[in-house]
């Protein structure tokens, strides 16, 4: 039995969803919550295998929220949900531990169906959202970088910091520090003064 939890700031959308799933003989909704420390909580007490919460939220916003759960609850599965086809959020979700991403405009039906695939240990992706899933590996040593990487790593070369990256690419400064951290994993370096020596070697400036 699939025991889910839903979190989303707009009443509308948690009556749609249950209305949508509560004839399945395979889902059981444990409760639904408007903000992400409700949703903390009713993840300690009710413990649902599966959690379906929106990124922008009161209180505390999906991501953070996503974080504590999958470090208290590391098995629970979780997908993003919210009207932002971004791929900087969709990023910070996968890097907090999120197994999937939905848009709020997907058909109800695609709802039903992620919830079932991130069960069954899978990652659902929202069929209108392209993403390279390199953050989603365990792969260690050198990998390919996104072009948004690549453009970061060129401002790194340039010796700006984060704070002026984010403000120059108008994004948030924890989002460039998640892809600092991503392109240290993903070039097989240890730190953040190799990073910009790599960006240096490499001639990543403009």
Do not use: C, W
Request: no cysteine; aromatic share 6%; net charge neutral.
């Amino acid at each position: 039995m699939i025991r889910l939890a839903i979190a989303e700031d707009h009443q509308s959308l948690i009556d749609g969803i249950k209305l949508l799933l509560e004839y399945e003989d395979d889902i059981e909704i444990v409760g639904a919550v408007n903000d992400g420390e409700a949703l903390i909580d009713l993840v300690r007490l009710k413990q649902p295998n599966v959690v379906i919460t929106d990124i922008r939220m009161p209180k505390t916003d999906g991501i953070t929220a996503t974080k504590t759960i999958k470090k208290e609850h590391p098995y629970t599965k979780i997908l993003g949900f919210t009207m932002f086809d971004q791929k900087d959020a969709i990023q910070q979700m996968i890097d907090a531990g999120a197994s999937g991403y939905l848009l709020k405009n997907s058909p109800l039906d695609e709802v039903l169906k992620a919830v079932r695939a991130v069960y069954k240990g899978n990652t659902y992706y929202d069929s209108n959202i392209t993403i390279e899933a390199e953050s989603n590996s365990n792969k260690k040593g050198k990998g390919k970088l996104t072009k948004r990487q690549v453009q970061i790593l060129g401002l790194i070369g340039q010796g700006k910091t984060s704070r002026e990256i984010a403000d120059e690419l108008f994004i948030g400064i924890h989002t460039v520090d998640t892809h600092r951290k991503n392109m240290i994993r993903i070039l097989g370096l240890h730190g953040k003064g190799e990073l910009m020596r790599y960006a240096l070697e490499k001639k990543y400036q403009f």
